[in-house]
């Protein structure tokens, strides 16, 4: 698991990095490039989908059909943007554990404001 995760962002970056410079030099065939990356979308979606019934099914958390409407186009999004994002975001961790920055910086606390502190003597 360490492994894997300590590497995934890396190869990925690699791998997107790869792609886009086999497009611009001509050396990708397109259509089977596609394909590979419709089957992908697909199981991704899937996988995604099959998520999102499973936690309705459990716990009812979304109550309107507007909300599960959301959630399954959010999962249709993920792949343009987000994804990637998420592998800048994991360098950009990878490298400060390299560098062994273990700060977070400064996280101001919001909301929950009318909870009280309980005054259980612990």
Same mark, same amino acid.
Do not use: N
């Given at each position: 698991?360490?492994?894997?995760? !300590?590497?995934?962002?890396?190869?990925?970056?690699?791998?997107?990095?790869?792609?886009?410079?086999?497009?611009?030099?001509?050396?990708?065939? *397109?259509?089977?490039?596609?394909?590979?990356? !419709? $089957?992908?979308?697909?199981?991704?979606?899937?996988?995604? !989908? +099959?998520?999102?019934?499973?936690?309705?099914?459990?716990?009812?958390?979304?109550?309107?059909?507007?909300?599960?409407?959301?959630?399954?186009?959010?999962? $249709? $999004?993920?792949?343009?943007?987000?994804? #990637?994002?998420? *592998?800048?975001?994991?360098?950009?961790?990878?490298?400060?554990?390299? @560098?062994?920055?273990?700060?977070?910086?400064?996280?101001? @606390? #919001?909301?929950? +404001?009318?909870?009280?502190?309980?005054?259980?003597?612990?």
């Amino acid at each position: 698991f360490l492994f894997i995760e !300590l590497f995934a962002p890396i190869l990925e970056a690699l791998g997107i990095g790869a792609v886009a410079v086999g497009l611009v030099l001509g050396v990708i065939d *397109v259509p089977f490039a596609m394909l590979i990356f !419709l $089957l992908s979308y697909g199981y991704g979606l899937l996988l995604t !989908l +099959a998520a999102v019934l499973l936690e309705e099914l459990a716990y009812r958390r979304y109550s309107r059909i507007s909300e599960r409407i959301w959630l399954i186009g959010l999962a $249709l $999004l993920e792949v343009f943007g987000y994804r #990637q994002l998420t *592998v800048i975001w994991r360098l950009s961790g990878l490298a400060g554990f390299l @560098r062994k920055r273990r700060d977070w910086g400064v996280m101001d @606390r #919001q909301g929950f +404001a009318s909870a009280q502190p309980s005054s259980g003597g612990h």
